[in-house]
C-alpha cells in the first residue's frame, strides 16, 4: 500500500513585516495548501513547528489556523500532526488536543510524560497499521537538562545537546520496538524543531537562536539511522540536512523578510510503500512579492520606474547605497510610487548614517548590530578581560531573553 505525507513548517501565523499585517498572505496559503492536500490525495500532514510567530496569538491568526484544520481534516479520514516549535506556547496548542483529536488531528505542544506517546501509528485503508511517526516537539532547555551550580557554558551546550540526542534515541527506540512486533517493515518519520549544524540562513528571516547560552546547533548523527524520512522545522531555507535526501528542513512557505524576496518556497511530498520511498518538492505560489531594491539614487529610480511600467504590486525594502548624500529620501521615494500600487515598507539611507556616525566617531550603525553585538562592544570598550567576558555575554543573553518573554506575555 502507499501512503503520502506532506510535510510543512514555520508558518508563522500572525506574523507582519515592518508593522504590515499580512493575514491576506497566510489566508491565500492555507487555501492553497488545502487545495494541494486534496489534489495529492495527501494522507498525513506534518507541521514540524511555528504554526504561529508569537506565545499569544491573534484572533485572526487562531480563527486561520482552526478553520484550516477543520477543512482538511474534518470527516475525510486524514491525519494531522502539529508540534510546537520555539516562538510556539506549548500550552496555548495542547490545550484543544483532546477536541482535535477526535478529528484525527494529533497535537504535541509539551514533551509528553513518557516517550511511547510521541511515537503515532497511522493505519491504511485495510486497517493495519501503515505508517509511525515521530512527534518530537521543540526540545525547551528544562526538559532536558538539570542546573548544577558552577557549571560552565561548554558543560551546559554539552548537557543539552546529550538530552536532544537522548531523546531521539528512545523514540526512535520505541518506534523500532514496535516494527520488530510486525510482520511489515513499517516506515518511520521523524519529526523535529531545532538547528543542525551547517543549517543555512539568511538576514532577516527571524530564525532565532534557541537555546541560552548556547548556539546549539546539533550536529546531523544525533539522528538514529532507523529513520525513513526527518521532518524538521525552524530553519527557513530548504535545504537538506547534510547530504541526505530524506533529512529536511522544507522551510517556511512563506518569505519572512526581504532577504527572502527572490526564494523559491517548497513543501515537500514523501510517498511511501512500505519502506520504498520517493520525493517530491512542491513549489509554493508568491502570495505577496516584496523587493529588495538597492544602490544609487539611478539604479533605485530606475528599478522603481520598471516595476511601475509593469503595474506591479510589490512591497518594497530600498537600501540607498550611492555615495552622494541624499537629503528627505523617503519623501523623493514616495513622489516616485505616488498613483502606483506599490508599497515601501522599509527605507534605509545608509551614506547618511555612516556621514552621522562619522561625526560622532562611531564605527558602526547601531541599527544594524544586534544587541549581543552592542553589549560586546561596550566589554571592549571598558576593558573587560577576555577571560570574564564569556560568562558575562551568557548572563545577558539570559536578561534578553527573559525580557522577551515577558514582552511576548504582555501582548
Request: proline share 5%; aromatic share 6%.
Amino acid at each position: 500500500m502507499t501512503i503520502r505525507i506532506l510535510h510543512t513548517s514555520d508558518w508563522h501565523l500572525g506574523r507582519s513585516l515592518y508593522g504590515r499585517r499580512r493575514y491576506d498572505e497566510f489566508a491565500a496559503f492555507l487555501d492553497w495548501l488545502a487545495e494541494l492536500i486534496e489534489i495529492r490525495q495527501i494522507d498525513v500532514l506534518l507541521v514540524a513547528g511555528d504554526v504561529f510567530d508569537g506565545t499569544a496569538p491573534s484572533n485572526r491568526a487562531q480563527e486561520l489556523y482552526y478553520r484550516f484544520l477543520c477543512r482538511v481534516a474534518g470527516g475525510s479520514g486524514r491525519q494531522v500532526v502539529v508540534t510546537a516549535g520555539n516562538h510556539d506556547s506549548p500550552a496555548f496548542l495542547d490545550a484543544p488536543k483532546e477536541l482535535l483529536a477526535a478529528l484525527n488531528i494529533h497535537v504535541l505542544g509539551t514533551m509528553p510524560e513518557t516517550v511511547a506517546e510521541e511515537v503515532l501509528l497511522f493505519p491504511g485503508s485495510s486497517g493495519e497499521i501503515e505508517l509511525m511517526v515521530g512527534a518530537v516537539p521543540y526540545l525547551r532547555d528544562r526538559d532536558l537538562r538539570w542546573a548544577e551550580a558552577g557549571e560552565s557554558p561548554e558543560d551546559k551546550e554539552r548537557k543539552l545537546i546529550a538530552g536532544i540526542r537522548e531523546h531521539y534515541r528512545q523514540v526512535c527506540a520505541a518506534a523500532e520496538g514496535i516494527r520488530a512486533q510486525t510482520a511489515r517493515p513499517l516506515p518511520l518519520v521523524v519529526m523535529g524543531h531545532l538547528f543542525t549544524a551547517g543549517g543555512r540562513t539568511v538576514e532577516g528571516d527571524g530564525v532565532r537562536e534557541l537555546y541560552v547560552g548556547s548556539l546549539a546547533h546539533v550536529a546531523g548523527d544525533i539522528f538514529p539511522a532507523a529513520i525513513d524520512y526527518l521532518a524538521l522545522g525552524h530553519l527557513h531555507l530548504p535545504q537538506r540536512v547534510g547530504s541526505s535526501e530524506l533529512r529536511r528542513y522544507c522551510g517556511s512557505p512563506l518569505p519572512m523578510g526581504f532577504g527572502e524576496a527572490r526564494q523559491q518556497k517548497q513543501v515537500v511530498e514523501i510517498e511511501f510503500t512500505q519502506r520504498e520511498v520517493k520525493l517530491n518538492c512542491i513549489p509554493v505560489p508568491s502570495f505577496q512579492e516584496l523587493e529588495q531594491v538597492r544602490g544609487d539614487w539611478s539604479a533605485i529610480e530606475r528599478r522603481i520606474k520598471q516595476l511601475r511600467a509593469d503595474h506591479s504590486r510589490c512591497w518594497l525594502e530600498v537600501l540607498y547605497e550611492g555615495e552622494a548624500v541624499i537629503d528627505r529620501l523617503p519623501d523623493r521615494l514616495e513622489d516616485l510610487i505616488a498613483g502606483s500600487s506599490l508599497e515601501i515598507l522599509r527605507v534605509q539611507n545608509r551614506r547618511l548614517t555612516e556621514q552621522v556616525l562619522r561625526g560622532a566617531e562611531q564605527e558602526a550603525d547601531l541599527a544594524e548590530l544586534n544587541p549581543e553585538q552592542v553589549f560586546r562592544r561596550c566589554l571592549e570598550l571598558h576593558q573587560v578581560p577576555a577571560g570574564q567576558q564569556p560568562e558575562l555575554i551568557d548572563t545577558y543573553r539570559e536578561v534578553l531573553v527573559s525580557l522577551e518573554l515577558d514582552d511576548r506575555n504582555q501582548e
